[in-house]
């Protein structure tokens, strides 16, 4: 019988991932065991202790005959949940130790390698250069190596030496040892927060308080508990890297942006500041959490369930700003229709063809002028559009031909007050002449994906905050990943960020080998901060290294559909989850082929071995419970990760998408819209934890070439 009076149950990050492999009743039992043992009750359960290898001390508690939980004897820091025998073999050599060279009160946590792996890399390599020879001892224990691993360190030789002798590491001084072979040594420092103090904790009891330590062990709220323990698979949304966590709790006198290439774990840093700032609310303060498209606000909004409690919650709006502008002006009356520019193409052509001009450009053209000068620069007047800024325009225009060019604006504002219609900007900008006579309705607002919003719902955003207070707006951006062409300037939308801004440059989703294919194909393309300054080519480094992309191309449709059915399925055979693997494609219409190509070989199967498929459609969330293939655009992808990522059909005519380009004659935005579609591919790419396909038939697309270089 286990009888705790104080202490809670701390959860490691290693103990995770072991829940996902023990049956559900077992899990159920561990639920309910940290509860009571949380409580301080009397729980009835064997317990026994193991002294490991090394002489660490660790508590056994039985579940059944068969399944049992580690947890250390000094504090009751849980590690693994498994059979007997397994778990034993975990904790044989792991160690938990305080290591204040990386920091106060840092903690810990390897396997000690055996003797015999330290002399096997001495002598094979006797006579070779060593990987981290131009370091001194105190450069590799203030990054974090502990001084029982220094020898193992000293002896490697090649990267790969490095990845193979990971767990012999503690996460964070692998982590570190990999960025020294891209960074300098202060470089590497800064972009892991690693600042060496002068406080010496020794009490393992005092260092698990410490925000260093929230990376790696986490004190979960009974309330949470459940929600967290039943979803290992997903504690990247417990645990935070002290970058992360530094600005989940940073406090701002105004706007703050946050910028981070793909996997940099921006939305997750966005999702715990939304429940930072709800805990601390009361009454009906709220916190709006907006985003550019409403699958992602419906993913988002699942996820912070899982790491909020009810009351949090109710002071958290979670939804996409278009839908929240409708659900706005319906509450004040309005009864217009709010349509999207792709959907008022026919008001356009009607509009062109009802006014008389002497100008040689297609209605495209005058939406694309409408959204991006007009709508821009907050509805501006006939006389105020013939001095206005055409920035980003490669059309010339005289002062004649913006007069021509707004007849046509006159006749499109008109059949759509006839027809009750508002495209979206105009409806932003209602709301902002509504909001002007109200109070702010909101303290705190978290925006994601910003780099896909407009200048006009930046200002919408500003009026819903109210005046310029105290951690008002926080963004959240990544204009690699900008995929809708839209692009602004904060500070002209009433935003000043200047001097409250940080980038996130840990990439912990992909590869490195991953994401170098990724940015290949954005090399030497200026992208912006959302401020108007030029921002660097590459943001983010990963520490993970795997298996390059596989570039393939085929004569036939059904060549390529065969052979990634076939990558499939000895995936399937190697453990990989049906639900981890995720086909890719431009469009909708191009998926159905594949969907199809599927459908036909489950039939022709003799066997019940039948490959289950999904589509994560444009408006629904991906319900992970449910097994099978996923099956997404670009566009729908983007927000989601697996750990396989097959991009097919990337054949020439669909990458760049021809008919996305082909009618658009302003040049700029000809230049821009193919560089969207470069970002679709990126952002693709960027979904694959593990390793991502890249297939097509006939010709392949011109960008394959681009990221097979970076393969060879």
Known sequence: ????????????????????????????????????????EKIRLMKSEYVSEIGIIWDVVYFDDRYCAMLLKEEPIMVVVASKADAEQFVRRRKIAINNNRGPGAIDEYCLAEDGIVELLKQTNKDKKKLFATFADNDLLELGVPEDVLELVRNISIKVELDKNKEYLPNEAFNALSLLQDYSLEEAKETLGITKGQEEITSLSVALRKDINKESFADIPDE??????????????????????????????????????????KTVVGMHRAKYLASKLSGNEKILFTTYTSNLASDIKENLKKICSETEMSHIDVINLDAWVIKFLKSHGYTYIIKYYKDLEEIWKKALKDVSVNLNFRHGFYADEWANVVAAQKHITRDEYIFASRIGRGTRLDRKKRLEVWSVFEKYIELMKDRKVHDVDTAMYECRLLLEKEKPMYSHIIVDEGQDFTANAFRLLRAMAGEEHKDDLFILADTHQRIYMRKVILSKCGIFVTGRSSKLRINYRTTEETRKAAFSLLKGIPFDDLDGVTDSEEQCRSLRHGEKPIIKNFETLDEECAYIVKEINDLIEHGIKMSDICVVARTKDLLIKHEEYLD????????????????????????????GIRFATMHRVKGLEFQYIFVVDASKGNLPLEVAIRNIEDPASLESAKITERCLLYVAITRAQKRVYITSHGTQSELLSVIAQTTD
């Open 1 to 40: 019988m286990i009888n705790n009076v104080s202490k809670r149950i701390i959860l490691s990050k290693s103990y995770m991932p072991s829940m996902a492999n023990v049956p559900q009743y077992v899990r159920d039992k561990v639920i309910k065991f940290v509860q009571d043992y949380d409580k301080g």
């Open 224 to 265: 949470a508990l459940e929600r967290v323990m039943v979803a290992p698979l997903e504690y990247w949304r417990i645990f935070l890297h002290p970058m992360q966590q530094k600005l989940v709790e940073c406090k701002t006198n105004g706007p703050y942006r946050v910028l981070g290439g793909a996997g940099t774990g």
């Open 600 to 627: 036909k070989t489950n039939r022709e199967q003799q066997s019940n071995k039948k490959l289950m498929h999904l589509r994560i459609e444009h408006n629904d969330i991906d319900k992970r419970y449910l097994d």
